[in-house]
C-alpha cells in the first residue's frame, strides 16, 4: 500500500520553511491566520517541491477536527495518566486536540469507547489494547481510521505498536540480584491475558535461568494494588528476601504490605518496582526501579499517528523503547 | 422554568418498579434487552401514573448518546483522576460512558475541549471551570446543555455547582495545629484565581484569627508540585514549625523538599496535607489531611447531571461538600 513515489508532505514542507506543520497546513487552506506574506512563501514552497494532497487526504483533512482519541485502561495509574498528559503534549505541539477515555480494563467499556470515538469525528485513537477488542481493533484499521497500539500488543497484528520493551531492565535487575544475593526472589506477575503480563514473566523465568538461579517463587497478581498487597503478603510468606513488582500499581500494593508488616525496605527486605512515580522517590530508601520511559513511548506514538493522519505511511510500524534500570537505595545485601 | 405540575419521572418509575433508569428507559422503548414480562409491568406503570414525555424530552432522548463528557484541569493530579474514575463508576451505574478531557490549567485548552464535547454529542458535561471561561460555559448553558461545574465553581453563576466546604477541615486543622503549638504555620496556597484559592486562603486567615493567632506566614503558591517544593523551602527558612500544603500536588512537593532537607516529617518538622492516595498514607508517619470526600462529590455531581439529561430541574443547584481533617501521625507536639 506504499505509494510508488513519495510524494513531499506536509511535514516536508514545514521542515524546508522552518514552520509547524499546522502553519502549512493552514497556509496552504489559505487561512487568514497565517500572515499573508508566510502564506505566499508556504504556497510557492509547496509548488515548488510538487505537494499535491489527493482526492481523499483532501477529502480526509476537510473533514478533519484535529483531534484525537486516546483509550487508556486506568487513570489511577500513575503510568498511564503521565502517558496521557505526554500524548497531550505531542498532541499540542502541532496543535490537536486529545479526548480520553478509561476503560478500566474492562473490555466492554473499551469497545463502546472505540465506537464513540470512532463515529464522533477524532481524526485517529491511540489505544491500549485489550485482546477481547482485537476483532474491532482489527476491523477499525482495516477501515483506515488512523491508530496506533501503545504499551501492550495484540499477537499476529498489523496495527502500528509503539511497546517498551522489558528485557534489558528486567535483565539487569535479577542479575544486580543475585549480585547482592537478595535471594529468593518474589516476582509478582501481571495478568497473563495481556502481552506485557506475558513478556516481563517469561523474561524474569530466562534471567533467574541465565544467572543460574533455581525457579523462584511468583505470584500471578493484576495491575491493582490489592493485588500486589495480596501476592506481597504471600510471599513474604513463603520467605522471600526480595519482592519484584511486575507493575506500577502492585509496587504501591507492595509498600503497604511491607509498611503494613513493619519491614524497613532496603533493610528487612528488598523492593524492585515498576514506572517512576514520586511515591517511589520520596521513600526512607528511595526504590530501585524499571522505568519504561512513558513519555518517549507516547511522543514516538503520536508520531506515528500523526504520520497516518496525515496520510503518510509510518517509517517505523512496530517500535520497542528499552526499559531501564535506575538503581536507588531499596535493595540490602545479604551476606 | 420549573414545570407548572411536576410530571413523573423516568426515577420515579424506576423507584416504583425497583429497577433501574435505565431499565425503565429501555422498557418504554420497548427494548428487548428488558424482558417482556419486566417491559410490560413498567409499561402499565408508567400509564398508571402519566407519564408522558414531552415532545422535546422525546427528541432529546431519540438524539442521546448515553455519553457524557468530563473535563478536569489535570489528570497527574491523583484527586482529579479519583474524581474522573468515581464519575466513570456512578455513570457506568446507569448505563452512560463518560469520556474526558484535560485541559492542562490552561483556558484555551478547556475552550477548545468544550467546543468539541458540545458539539460531538455527548448528553451534558462535567466541568472544573475556568475562570477564563466562564462566558463560554454561561453560554453552554443558556443554550441548555446539561452542565455540571464540579470542584471549583463561577463567581455569580447559575449553572448547578459541586464544591467542596474547605471551612470544617481547615478550622479544625488549625484548632489542632494550635493546641500542639506547632507554631508558627506556613500555609502555601492554591493560586488566587480559582474559588478554591481564595476560599481555602480566607478559612486559614479567619482560623487563625479565631483561634487567637497572629498572622502566619503564606506562600502564594499553584497546583503544582514544584510549587509546593519552592514554597516549603521558602517558608521553611522563615523558621515555621508546621508546613500546611493548600492541595494534593503541594503536598507532594512539602513531602519532596523535606525529603531533600532531611526533615523527619512528625519529628522535625509538622506537615499537614490535601486529599488522600496511597502516597500520604505510605509514609514512616502517615499525613494528617484535610480530606474532600472525592468520590461524594463526584456522585452528587454525576446525580445532578443526570436529572438534568433527564429533563427534571435538580432539587439542589448548589451544593457542598464539608471536608473532614483526618488525623495521623504527622504532627509533632512543641512543648
Redesign the interface.
Known amino acids: 500500500m506504499v505509494p510508488e513515489k513519495p510524494r513531499p508532505t506536509l511535514k516536508d514542507i514545514a521542515l524546508q520553511a522552518g514552520v509547524s506543520i499546522a502553519t502549512v497546513s493552514r497556509a496552504l487552506a489559505d487561512n487568514p491566520a497565517v500572515m499573508q506574506q508566510t502564506r505566499e512563501r508556504i504556497q510557492a514552497l509547496a509548488a515548488e517541491l510538487g505537494y499535491l494532497p489527493n482526492a481523499q487526504a483532501r477529502a480526509l483533512q476537510s473533514s478533519r477536527?484535529n483531534?484525537i482519541g486516546v483509550v487508556v485502561p486506568?487513570?489511577?495509574n500513575?503510568y498511564f495518566?503521565?502517558m496521557?498528559?505526554a500524548l497531550?503534549d505531542a498532541a499540542?505541539a502541532v496543535d490537536m486536540?486529545?479526548?480520553?477515555?478509561?476503560s478500566?480494563e474492562n473490555p466492554t467499556?473499551l469497545a463502546?469507547?472505540l465506537d464513540?470515538?470512532a463515529s464522533?469525528?477524532v481524526d485517529g485513537i491511540i489505544c491500549v489494547p485489550d485482546e477481547g477488542c482485537a476483532d474491532q481493533l482489527e476491523e477499525l484499521h482495516r477501515r483506515s481510521l488512523p491508530l496506533v497500539l501503545v504499551d501492550r500488543e495484540l499477537p499476529a497484528s498489523t496495527i502500528p505498536t509503539v511497546v517498551s520493551d522489558p528485557e534489558p531492565g528486567i535483565r539487569e535487575a535479577v542479575a544486580l540480584l543475585a549480585r547482592h544475593n537478595a535471594l529468593p526472589l518474589g516476582y509478582l506477575s501481571g495478568p497473563t491475558g495481556t502481552s506485557t503480563g506475558r513478556h516481563r514473566l517469561d523474561t524474569f523465568r530466562q534471567a533467574c535461568a541465565e544467572a543460574g538461579l533455581p525457579e523462584q517463587p511468583v505470584f500471578l497478581g493484576g495491575y491493582e494494588?490489592h493485588q500486589g498487597f495480596e501476592g506481597a503478603n504471600h510471599l513474604i510468606g513463603q520467605g522471600v528476601k526480595t519482592l519484584f513488582a511486575g507493575d506500577s500499581m502492585m509496587t504501591?500494593g507492595v509498600?503497604?504490605a511491607c509498611?503494613r508488616a513493619g519491614l524497613r525496605i532496603g533493610e528487612d527486605i528488598s523492593v524492585i518496582g515498576f514506572d517512576s512515580q514520586?511515591?517511589f522517590?520520596?521513600?526512607?530508601r528511595p526504590l530501585t526501579l524499571i522505568d519504561q520511559q512513558v513519555e518517549i513511548m507516547a511522543h514516538r506514538a503520536f508520531d506515528v499517528l500523526h504520520e497516518l493522519i496525515e496520510g503518510k505511511q509510518p517509517q517505523d510500524r512496530y517500535l520497542r523503547i528499552p526499559t531501564t534500570l535506575i538503581e536507588r537505595e531499596s535493595i540490602r545485601t545479604t551476606s
Chains 1, 2 share one sequence.
Do not use: C, K, R, Y
Not at 486536540?97 to 478509561?102: E, G, K
Not at 522517590?281 to 526512607?284: A, G, Y
Open positions: 477536527t483531534t486506568s487513570l489511577i500513575h495518566a503521565a496521557v498528559t497531550q499540542e486536540a486529545v479526548i480520553i477515555t478509561n478500566n467499556v463502546s469507547s464513540f470515538l464522533h469525528g494494588q504501591i509498600l503497604e509498611h514520586p511515591l522517590d520520596l521513600q526512607p
